[in-house]
């Protein structure tokens, strides 16, 4: 069965400080696809990014970051230089290939994170 | 402007009453779906569907009950059969039913219990 862990609940940075998002994943599927959501305090989640199994570069936009390494099942996320507008819960998901049957989107927990000032 | 409404924000619910969420997008997409999100928890999966007409239970589907009778519109409807509703709801939709395809989410409506 799919699994997404996302080991930090909570972490409390400084304003320009680096800070890393850890997401860990379990599936038995070669072939899968990894996302991130962002929850800012209004409760929308907005979607970062969504990454497949078979590419595994890194991806950088703008202040954001990801590395995906397969072998440690893991899909981290950096923001550098943070800013009190990156406050909010972010979310790590896993859906495996669909096969045309009842596949699902996996969240983990969430992280929340916290800038300030 | 393209995207998914969510009515209303907030919304209070009477013991044995049942309440409609509402849940409409233009995005002219396929598929929707009706996740709950308890506090310091990750989404769990309501509902979905991927077609007008049609839809299948997630993994949580017991005192809730949905319609689809057009593509833009998914309700959601809290039954009195629901013992714990208070949550906050949020609706999504994707292009296609498939798990790959990116889900783009609404606003989201809290559900308060009197």
């Known amino acids: 069965a799919q699994k997404v862990t996302q080991a930090q609940t909570e972490i409390s940075v400084v304003e320009k400080e680096d800070v890393t998002l850890d997401c860990v994943y379990e599936?038995?599927?070669?072939?899968?696809?990894l996302f991130w959501y962002k929850q800012p305090p209004s409760g929308e989640l907005v979607f970062l990014i969504r990454?497949?199994?078979?590419?595994?570069q890194n991806e950088i936009s703008g202040r954001y970051s990801w590395n995906f390494q397969k072998s440690t099942s893991s899909f981290n996320f950096t923001i550098t230089a943070s800013q009190v507008v990156d406050s909010a819960v972010y979310f790590c998901?896993?859906?495996?290939?669909?096969?045309?049957?009842?596949?699902?989107?996996?969240f983990g927990k969430g992280t929340k994170l916290t800038v300030n000032p | 402007d393209g995207g998914i409404t969510q009515s209303p924000k907030y919304l209070f619910r009477k013991e044995g009453q049942n309440v409609t969420l509402s849940c409409e997008q233009n995005?002219?997409?396929?598929?929707m779906y009706w996740y709950r999100q308890d506090p310091g928890q990750g989404l769990r999966l309501i509902y979905y569907?991927?077609?007008?007409?049609?839809?299948q239970k997630g993994d949580i589907a017991e005192g809730y009950s949905v319609s689809r009778e057009k593509k833009e519109s998914f309700p959601l409807t809290v039954t009195s059969a629901q013992k714990n509703p208070t949550a906050f709801y949020l609706c999504?939709?994707?292009?296609?039913?498939?798990?790959?395809?990116?889900?783009?989410f609404g606003p989201g409506t809290r559900l308060l219990v009197l």
């Open positions: 569907s991927q077609i007008v007409n049609d839809f």
């Open positions: 599936t038995r599927d070669t072939t899968y696809y």
């Open positions: 999504a939709s994707s292009t296609r039913q498939s798990p790959q395809e990116t889900q783009y």
């Open positions: 995005l002219n997409h396929d598929a």
């Open positions: 998901a896993l859906s495996e290939g669909w096969k045309g049957g009842s596949e699902k989107l996996v």
């Open positions: 990454r497949n199994s078979f590419d595994e």
